[in-house]
């Protein structure tokens, strides 16, 4: 999930797909600050649940939070939904072939060895199938 609020419109970007656009003076949304400046009257950040508690307690998670003091392009806002790197290994006759979308293949000779880059490793990377076992991963910089 995504909100993003340029003083003038607000939109709500769901799994890198836009669902929701709303003008903040329609809405009748008041900021609390704006980018930290002491002058402008603020209130705390708060994720979940409302800072006076109108509501009660949350009982839930939130993974991978991040806060920008800038509005987000449709690019960026893409590439952090993209960043949700997972590898899928799959066999391909002899071969075990790699794929994952965004970021770096290390790879080591033990779970908890030092991972290093594989050299021009690009998805799909394809490796052949060996008695010597070989432990990878995939690091988003």
Do not use: C
């Not at 600050?33 to 708060?46: F, L, R």
């Not at 075990?96 to 080591?108: D, E, I, K």
């Not at 021009?120 to 490796?127: G, K, L, V």
């Amino acid at each position: 999930m995504v909100l993003t609020d340029d003083g003038t419109t607000m939109k709500w970007y769901s799994n890198n797909r836009l669902v929701q656009t709303e003008s903040v003076s329609a809405l009748g949304f008041i900021q609390n600050g704006i980018n930290g400046d002491p002058s402008v009257a603020g209130g705390p950040t708060t994720l979940a649940i409302r800072s006076d508690n109108v509501y009660g307690d949350w009982d839930g998670g939130i993974e991978d939070v991040a806060v920008y003091n800038y509005v987000l392009s449709p690019q960026q806002i893409q590439n952090h939904y993209l960043n949700t790197t997972t590898i899928n290994i799959a066999p391909a006759g002899a071969n075990v072939v790699l794929t994952w979308p965004v970021g770096s293949l290390q790879a080591a000779g033990a779970v908890t060895g030092t991972y290093t880059n594989v050299p021009a490793a690009t998805s799909p990377y394809t490796n052949s199938a060996s008695a010597h076992q070989m432990f990878y991963r995939v690091i988003v910089q």
